[in-house]
């Protein structure tokens, strides 16, 4: 390797803090990125390895099997979804539905993109039909989490029927999921809020729309 190409591997692996990644570190960045644009079958081992920069042994160091880095992503994918719709939420808690409609707003931008690719978990559970894989196992997990979590939201809007409500709402989320992958900007998923928005208002308890947090 000459000295300038051995000056610009350091760059990329280095990044943006000036400390060097360690190998498990880009081998999850590349896996992370290669799994969600491609489909966690299509991408092979020497992919990975290619792009993360690392070896082969290095990536079984530290992942067992390519079943086991799909995984992790997962792991980490999921996980890191649910904090940011868990901070969505906090940033005004006497307000739950205003920031639960600017949750959607942002999954609608986001599910419009000529490039967006759905949920991870969701093209996991795809992927993966036998319940005991891995992959599968921790996207359950992961959905039934986030299911958890609509079904609280829905509880503290005062919903007559929470677990109904919530569950309602995933539906709609997970059509959005769906359908942005197939239609871009014209699909169902740019009116994702206007159809949760129907669903709240037909779970409320009778109460003034005023109350019900949207316009």
Not at 155 to 162: D, E, I, S
Not at 189 to 203: C, N
Request: aromatic content about 6%.
């Amino acid at each position: 390797m000459t000295k300038r190409a051995a000056g610009r591997e350091k760059k990329i692996v280095a990044g943006g803090s000036g400390r060097p990644k360690r190998a498990a570190e880009r081998i999850r960045e590349s896996a992370r990125e290669l799994f969600y644009r491609q489909g966690i079958r299509a991408v092979g081992i020497d992919e990975i390895v290619t792009r993360a920069g690392v070896t082969k042994p290095s990536l079984y160091r530290s992942f067992p099997s390519k079943d086991e880095l799909a995984a992790d992503y997962l792991r980490d994918h999921g996980q890191e979804r649910l904090r940011l719709f868990d901070a969505a939420l906090a940033e005004r808690p006497d307000d739950p539905r205003g920031q639960f409609r600017f949750w959607l707003k942002t999954l609608s931008k986001r599910a419009t993109k000529s490039d967006y690719r759905g949920c991870g978990n969701s093209n996991a559970a795809v992927e993966y039909p036998d319940r005991n894989h891995p992959a599968r196992k921790v996207a359950t997990v992961n959905k039934r989490q986030f299911r958890e979590k609509l079904r609280n939201l829905a509880q503290a809007l005062g919903a007559k029927k929470p677990d109904v409500l919530g569950d309602a709402l995933l539906l709609v989320i997970e059509g959005a999921y769906a359908s942005g992958q197939l239609f871009g900007s014209g699909g169902p998923a740019r009116i994702l809020v206007e159809a949760a928005d129907a669903l709240i208002d037909a779970h409320m308890v009778d109460c003034p729309k005023s109350v019900l947090g949207h316009d």
